[in-house]
């Protein structure tokens, strides 16, 4: 036998290959967002149009990864996994010679049909080469791989965008994706369905469509207060729209079970995979949840920069990955389902920790100890949670069914960005009144009305800088009591910041805790299948 076909042979071998492009997508989304400052100076970006660029890549994304799963299913998971790697090379390429916004928001949009194409075929493929009782443990790498990639990308970011510019985070995948593709050539087995089976096309342009207009109106929506586009389309009409069209995507998929589906329902039959689609969408909910506020408050009211809110936050991550092989040992030995319940609960716990400790004066590091405990519940997490998903499914539908889950997962987050960013807003807006009002005697009376009313609505907008230059820029002001209304602006902003936050991260937290309590429902493992059958069916398969 020769060197390449052991490699071929050795399912950790063929999971490291794998996880060499997977990284790759996902370092790309930690990295780009430390160099955005950048990206505006160098192509004199518009704040909007700098969205974009983070948005782009998010739209794509979530709209296609169910239809690249059963692509997968259909024409093989090597296949798809290498065309949506040389994609994404190619289109990060792209991105580094953009020269204007819109060349940037294209190509970023052609990262998230490769990384869609990419995203769900490992995880099918592991659910091929691996035997049931070593998946917890195989599960886990991607776990592990994600806590690196938060981890590395703004040091790693911060460190070229400095020395390097701008493109060079994009630049970066090149090397990483030509040796990537390279070896999944060579080693990454080409599994294919032993017969052939019919593509959807219906399905897929109303799945597509569907997500669509609701990722886009979830994203754009507080950008457009929730009102008018363009002409007479709202965001909730876009909402509305792709609601609609999910249902009838839905129903269309049920009634024609006999036409090969896009979806095919028979995935949700299995408890433990329902299940874990809720419990997949609580974690993209409180995962995004929790670090959108944490985020602005490390910056904005502890005055961290941006490489240092990132290197504050990197024990979490660091702590998942030592956890997550722990994790999947004992799933593949027990079973995941209370190993998953205490994950969940010692992650709300830690970032309940946080939420109670959080001050506007509060040192970086007191957070420590709810960064560590909530590491070690995301490293108990997510091997148990793919691994109870995925236990009970047919080979032939892995990619459909690691597809639809990533999906729910990544709306969770979509829906977070909406949810949370306009509870945050309303409860800023109402707690820098509250500041300001108690504020306000220490000002003459002639500006004490001024300095209320500059914090009366508008959230994050009505900040330091709103009530501060307006009362710099107003003449007649003298300079004592100027630099006084700045200093008050400063202190209402940032205890109304933490009083608002306060509120706004019990939500993601409760739900977590929520998603631990649905763990009660998991199925007891299955009795193992007999060699004979496992045979029958990875033949039926390849």
Not at 98 to 110: G, K
Not at 436 to 441: F, I, L, P, S, T
Not at 500 to 526: D, W
Request: proline letters at 5%; glycine letters at 12%.
């Amino acid at each position: 036998m020769s060197v390449l076909q052991r490699l071929r042979g050795n399912p950790w071998v063929v999971l490291m290959v794998l996880c060499l492009g997977m990284f790759m997508a996902l370092l790309d989304t930690t990295i780009v967002n430390i160099a955005i400052p950048r990206i505006i100076d160098g192509l004199d970006a518009s704040l909007d149009e700098i969205l974009w660029v983070i948005n782009a890549y998010v739209l794509v994304f979530a709209a296609l990864l169910i239809t690249a799963g059963r692509l997968g299913d259909i024409f093989g998971q090597k296949r798809l996994f290498l065309g949506g790697m040389a994609l994404f090379t190619v289109a990060s390429v792209f991105c580094g010679l953009s020269r204007d916004p819109t060349q940037l928001i294209v190509a970023r949009a052609l990262q998230g049909v490769g990384g869609a194409m990419m995203s769900p075929q490992p995880m099918a493929i592991i659910l091929s080469i691996f035997p049931s009782e070593r998946r917890g443990a195989a599960f886990a790498v991607p776990g592990i791989l994600g806590g690196l990639a938060v981890a590395a990308g703004p040091t790693l970011g911060g460190f070229l965008v400095t020395h390097f510019g701008w493109p060079s985070i994009f630049y970066v995948n090149l090397p990483v994706g030509v040796i990537a593709l390279a070896l999944s050539l060579l080693i990454v087995p080409d599994l294919r369905p032993g017969r052939r089976y019919r593509l959807d096309v219906s399905g897929v342009l109303l799945a597509t469509a569907g997500l669509l207009g609701i990722t886009f109106g979830l994203i754009e929506g507080e950008r457009y207060d929730w009102g008018r586009v363009f002409s007479f389309v709202t965001i909730p009409e876009i909402v509305g729209a792709g609601l609609i069209l999910m249902v009838v995507f839905l129903v269309l998929q049920y009634l024609r079970p006999e036409k090969e589906p896009l979806l095919p329902f028979s995935i949700f039959e299995d408890r433990n995979y329902a299940l874990m689609n809720g419990v997949a969408a609580a974690l993209g909910f409180a995962m995004l949840g929790l670090f959108l506020p944490l985020t602005i408050y490390y910056q904005s009211v502890l005055g961290l920069s941006a490489l240092e809110a990132g290197l504050t936050i990197v024990v979490q991550p660091l702590v998942m990955m030592f956890v997550a092989p722990v994790a999947g040992s004992l799933a593949d030995r027990m079973g995941g389902k209370y190993i998953l319940m205490g994950g969940l609960v010692l992650f709300a716990a830690g970032m309940g920790y946080i939420d109670w400790i959080a001050g506007a004066d509060s040192g970086r590091w007191s957070f420590l100890p709810g960064l560590i405990v909530a590491g070690v519940g995301l490293g108990f997490t997510w091997a148990p949670l793919f691994s109870v998903a995925m236990r009970d499914v047919q080979p032939r539908m892995a990619g459909v069914a690691t597809g639809v889950l990533e999906t729910i997962q990544e709306l969770g987050g979509v829906l977070a960005g909406a949810v949370i960013g306009a509870l945050l807003q309303n409860q800023l807006a109402a707690a820098m009144h509250d500041q300001a009002v108690q504020r306000a005697h220490q000002l003459p009376p002639q500006f004490r009305d001024r300095f209320v009313d500059g914090f009366g609505e508008g959230g994050l907008e009505a900040g330091t800088s709103q009530a501060g230059g307006g009362a710099e820029a107003t003449p007649g002001v003298p300079a004592q009591v100027a630099q006084q209304l700045q200093q008050l602006a400063e202190e209402v902003f940032k205890d109304g910041f933490v009083d608002a936050m306060h509120p706004t991260l019990i939500l993601p937290i409760a739900i977590v805790l929520l998603a631990a309590m649905s763990c009660l429902a998991i199925k007891r493992r299955k009795h193992e299948a007999q060699p004979e059958e496992q045979l029958e069916e990875a033949a039926a398969y390849r």
